[in-house]
């Protein structure tokens, strides 16, 4: 079982911003910027193009409206996407708020927020939902 199948079954705390029957997507904990989000499958499948199809495609769709809703709370030019899938051997794509495709470089330091920052990000984000 992976962190996160852990974190869908709820015996991992995550800041969650919407889920379905097929997907869930809440807060990275080191996140980019603030209003990055995980988007993953709630099955476990470690590549994102293993998915069955029916899952790429609605994977995408549940995803908009949570990156316009981070294009909406956060200033940036627009809601990057991001699959690297190395860190965790469950399909995930990251939502990142970004200004420029360096904004994307995951070698760079990731952000270190208090729980009422996370709270306020996941509560901004969910109002403009």
Do not use: W
Not at 55 to 71: C, V
């Amino acid at each position: 079982m992976t962190i996160f199948s852990k974190i869908i079954a709820g015996e991992i705390p995550s800041y969650k911003i919407a889920e379905n029957e097929k997907f869930f997507a809440f807060l990275d904990i080191f996140p980019m910027a603030k209003g990055h989000v995980l988007v993953i499958p709630k099955i476990e499948v470690d590549k994102l193009f293993d998915l069955p199809a029916e899952y790429l495609a609605a994977m995408l769709l549940f995803a908009k409206p949570i990156a316009k809703a981070i294009e909406k709370v956060f200033p940036c030019d627009r809601c990057g996407i991001e699959v690297i899938g190395l860190e965790v051997p469950h399909a995930h794509m990251h939502l990142v708020p970004i200004k420029s495709a360096d904004d994307l470089n995951f070698t760079r330091l990731k952000l270190k927020l208090s729980t009422d920052e996370f709270k306020k990000i996941q509560q901004q984000i969910i109002d403009a939902l």
